[in-house]
């Protein structure tokens, strides 16, 4: 237990200290900012739109920190040390989830309270934007991981992360752009399911792909 | 992750034979070791040496024949699996916490490759042969029982590989096994010289 704190604390050590941090949470707020010149100043425009705007600003800030997170600890020959010590690649996996969970969710929700004020989010929309984001986000954490793992090495890995993650996401996408509609129904729930499905089976697949990666 | 049991180290391998890239790497393989054994895997570039220690950790599985093995494995290859910018007692001790390795042990190992001086120079620094050493410290301090050795010489000054020698008579005294894959002729006694030719059978 005391190996997998130590292997999830290395990779927030890692996401913080390569520019994990600050990357998605730039991007994120960078959206945020340049939304409101595209649609104009106007103030329900924004409001009914700009929730949407942020999910999808979660959704790619995903991707950013793809290339660092497996590549170089498969040519630096941690995951094989990893494995020689009795680590399943699952098990790898799931530290690397949780890792992003915390270097890369954690930061994202606190820049969508500052994302929602930028764009003029009423706050009765805050509460609903940041429980379904909190939701959603171990699932792109380990959308992240997966992919990852599957481009590792691969040239363009970064094209071809965008387009393993884009339909993967788009249920999450759907039911956490309708927990802001006006009748929200049992949006959050089924964003709670899709988002536990995904977490849930992305160690597998990503263990999967690091296993068969390894030559 | 392991626990660790007292347990005899012990290695086997049987008829084994590998294929990869469609290409027959090891065919027709077997060797044997017990505790004490130092075991020096001799061939050209290519003829399987990297792929046959690979084997042995774990890390490939073998197209037929079978491997057998006791005791707990520390792999020095030729990716350092420290990390870059830590300095080098912090990326050492990562791993040596891994292993449950004690600070004694750590000391032992960064002693035994005059690293002690280098310690607080991040790991993105080392010139070559001090990388080698930092990748043979961790293998050092983890008290493992069987080493795995890929060319463990290569980029060593001759001081070091004087210190390389005595670390693994050292660990061979002491009951566990090493696997010293290198192109040179053993420098240490050996109780097996295994060479490997270009179709990776032992000549």
């Known amino acids: 237990m005391m190996s997998f704190i130590a292997l999830v604390a290395r990779e927030v050590r890692l996401a913080w200290t390569g520019g994990g941090l600050w990357l998605p949470v730039v991007f994120y707020l960078a959206v945020a900012t340049l939304f409101p010149f595209v649609t104009g100043p106007d103030k329900a425009l924004l409001a009914r739109t700009g929730g949407g705007i942020l999910w999808i600003a979660a959704l790619l800030a995903t991707l950013l920190p793809i290339e660092r997170l497996i590549l170089p600890d498969r040519q630096s020959g941690v995951l094989d040390q990893l494995a020689l010590r009795g680590w399943s690649d699952e098990l790898v996996a799931t530290a690397k989830i949780a890792g992003q969970i915390v270097a890369f969710a954690l930061p994202l929700l606190l820049a969508t309270i500052v994302g929602s004020a930028l764009i003029g989010l009423p706050e009765a929309q805050l509460g609903t934007l940041l429980l379904g984001l909190a939701l959603a986000l171990p699932a792109l954490a380990g959308l992240s991981v997966m992919i990852a793992a599957l481009t590792a090495g691969l040239s363009g890995a970064s094209a071809l992360g965008g387009l393993l993650l884009v339909p993967i996401t788009i249920p999450l996408l759907i039911f956490g752009a309708g927990t802001l509609a006006e009748g929200p129904g049992n949006a959050m729930q089924l964003l709670a399911a899709t988002s536990l499905a995904i977490t849930a089976l992305s160690p597998f697949a990503a263990g999967a792909a690091l296993r068969a990666g390894r030559t | ?203």
């Open chain 2, 1 to 203: 992750m392991s626990s660790r049991q007292a347990s005899v180290p012990s290695l086997s391998l049987e008829n084994v034979a590998v294929i990869r890239g469609n290409r027959l790497v090891l065919d027709g393989l077997s060797v044997s070791a017990r505790a004490g054994d130092v075991i020096w895997i001799r061939g050209a570039n290519g003829c399987g040496k990297s792929t046959l220690l690979r084997l042995v950790a774990g890390l490939l599985t073998v197209t037929s024949g079978t491997i057998h093995s006791e005791g707990h494995m520390a792999l020095a290859d030729e990716n350092m699996a420290l990390d870059a910018n830590m300095t080098v007692e912090a990326a050492l001790r990562f791993w040596a916490d891994m292993d449950g390795a004690s600070a004694d042990a750590r000391d032992a190992a960064l002693t035994a490759m005059d690293l002690q001086n280098l310690v607080h120079i991040p790991v993105r620094f080392l010139s070559t042969g001090q990388r080698k050493r930092a990748s043979i410290a961790r293998v050092l301090a983890s008290n493992a029982d069987v080493w795995l050795m890929d060319e463990p010489y290569n980029g060593l000054d001759s001081a070091s590989c004087a210190r390389l020698d005595q670390a693994i008579i050292a660990r061979a005294a002491s009951g566990g096994i090493v696997l010293v894959a290198a192109h040179q002729p053993p420098s240490i006694n050996v109780a097996m010289s295994l060479i490997l030719d270009s179709q990776g059978v032992a000549a």
